[in-house]
């Protein structure tokens, strides 16, 4: 495990550069033959380093997406190279990696642990946010992460009882026109249509917050 986080962070330094210099794509094969050879001599396995970046690459785009959709009150080049690339990772692990070789908690604490210490003294607890919201959303549409949550409750890992509660309000919103019905609906993080419906904020009802989120 050790080694996969020394693996991940010369991941993340290419990346950053990469960035940083904002270097085309086709710089990348020379950019991680040299941060494997600076930083990345003690990596055994270097093709799960080259696996990360290359994937990191090619799904920018729709990783970019989700980071924006996830962190609405931080546009995408507001937030720090450092994080951006952390999260760019973690998300990859996240929706792209074989779960039984990289289970979700080890995709999000890796890239805590990343942000930490690699990005500021906010790092970590912002890409968890990120992290944790797009885990939530996953959860809901995607089979996968749903195995995750039994396999973990069958291992006895988590007790139901303990769980936090995640409050939330919304509602169906609908317009009739003579005998046709019209629902309004909403993209959520990944671009799928969902119900309108958001988080309740402190000293908020569920009323207040759903009035809020429909508007």
Not at 12 to 36: H, K, S
Not at 142 to 153: A, Q, S
């Amino acid at each position: 495990m050790a080694n996969r986080h020394l693996a991940r962070s010369v991941a993340l330094q290419t990346l950053f550069d990469w960035d940083f210099n904002g270097y085309p794509d086709n710089r990348i094969p020379e950019m991680l033959a040299y941060t494997v050879a600076e930083f990345g001599h003690e990596v055994e396995d270097t093709r799960f380093i080259e696996t990360l970046v290359r994937g990191v690459v090619e799904h920018r785009a729709t990783l970019d997406d989700v980071i924006a959709k996830s962190a609405p009150d931080w546009p995408l080049e507001a937030i720090a190279r450092v994080d951006r690339n952390v999260l760019r990772i973690g998300l990859f692990e996240l929706l792209h990696a074989d779960k039984r070789e990289v289970p979700s908690r080890v995709a999000i604490n890796e890239a805590i642990e990343l942000a930490k210490a690699f990005g500021g003294k906010s790092s970590g607890k912002f890409v968890n946010g990120v992290l944790g919201t797009v885990y939530k959303e996953a959860s809901k549409v995607d089979p996968r992460f749903g195995e995750e949550e039994k396999e973990e409750h069958r291992r006895g890992e988590r007790d139901p009882q303990k769980l936090p509660r995640e409050l939330l309000a919304g509602a169906v919103v609908y317009r009739r026109e003579g005998d046709q019905t019209f629902f309004a609906l909403v993209h959520d993080v990944f671009g799928k249509w969902t119900l309108s419906k958001g988080h309740l904020e402190a000293e908020e009802d569920a009323a207040a917050a759903a009035v809020r989120e429909i508007k």
